[in-house]
């Protein structure tokens, strides 16, 4: 097992500032390992120097595959490309922020000896993160949980070790919709938890603002789950039912009592009222139906504009 290659994909966006250090932590790591391995930058269509300071630093380790994307197509097809262009016996996909300690790769491939095809990196501690970002992940956990078929493992993002076999088992899954911590769930496979404590963010900043985490989260819960159409149906019936009961007591009420006027303010907020969860209704549905639109075209996850591969390109000379 020694000699099995490793492959660390590594998307980036705008992270020129931190990509040198991550480099040399995780070069360390591998080297220690004394197995072949491979690292991975796909560059998702960043507005800085990160292309520029990822060939530098393939000039000192031929190691480095350098992967630039035609333009941004958001981390989810970044990471997709990466598996895509992967090699390694073992995938492990990171980002370069350094807030996911490279050192917990060592304790990823014990347990992968151990014969477990998917290790999974749990953080236990998230101090470092902001206490809306905490609060709103444990909720995005626990909706998704309760709604989707399949359960996604709180407080676990895509850092994490998987064997070849589990890799194209997602590479068979055709969606262009990508909600890759759904997929990774998904396939299954024999699985190990490691938990570790995050970290902050070494330099940089994060790309992930309050209104793309929003939307990142309705991506999961549609891509994986039909019950937000279900539960419209049960609130249309509550609502039918309820306008029933009410009916009912106005012509009870109006046959003994006489002719009830009612308020206009009580029939205006009514009116509102179901106008609002209609439109709501249909935005869910419009959801679906955009996911199906989308899903239709059927136009590639993403483009690649270049490949850059020292090792690759060395071998192909010898073999000339």
């Known amino acids: 097992m020694k000699n099995k290659l490793i492959s660390i994909i590594c998307p980036c966006y705008n992270e020129e ?82 807030q996911d300690p490279p050192e917990l790769i060592l304790e990823f491939l014990k347990e992968w000896e151990k014969g477990y095809d998917v290790v999974l990196a749990k953080r236990v501690d998230r101090s470092s993160d902001s206490w809306a970002k905490k609060k709103s992940a444990e909720l995005f956990y626990k909706i998704h949980n309760m709604m989707a078929h399949v359960d996604i493992p709180e407080n676990v993002g895509d850092y994490r070790l998987m064997t070849r076999r589990v890799v194209n088992a997602i590479q068979e899954l055709p969606e262009n919709q990508r909600f890759m911590k759904g997929i990774f769930s998904w396939v299954g496979f024999k699985t190990s938890v490691i938990e570790y404590k995050r970290e902050s963010r070494q330099a940089g900043h994060t ?18 789950s039909t019950a937000p159409l279900r539960i419209w149906l049960y609130i249309g019936a509550l609502i039918s039912a309820s306008a029933f009961i009410y009916g009912s007591v106005i012509f009870f009420k109006t046959i003994i009592q006489g002719v009830d006027v009612p308020g206009y303010a009580s ?24 996911r199906m639109y989308m899903e239709a075209k059927r136009r590639p996850v993403y483009i690649i ?13 010898s073999n000339d």
Do not use: H
């Open 17 to 98: 500032q931190v990509l040198g250090l991550f480099a040399k932590r995780i070069t360390a790591i591998l080297e220690s390992t004394n197995r072949t391995y491979e690292i991975i930058f796909v560059n998702d269509g960043s507005k800085d120097n990160t292309l520029a300071k990822a060939k530098y630093l393939q000039k000192s380790n031929p190691n480095i595959c350098v992967v630039n994307l035609s333009r941004n197509f958001g981390k989810e097809a970044a990471l997709t490309a990466g598996l895509d262009i992967s090699t390694g016996e073992v995938v492990i996909p990171i980002d370069a922020d350094l």
């Open 207 to 224: 790309s992930f603002n309050g209104w793309k985490l929003w939307n990142f989260a309705l991506d999961g819960i549609t891509g994986f």
């Open 267 to 290: 029939m205006f907020t009514s009116i509102l009222f179901l106008g609002g969860i209609q439109l709501i209704g249909i935005g869910v549905i419009g959801e679906y139906v955009g």
């Open 305 to 317: 504009d270049e490949v850059s591969n020292p090792a690759v390109e060395e071998a192909r000379d």
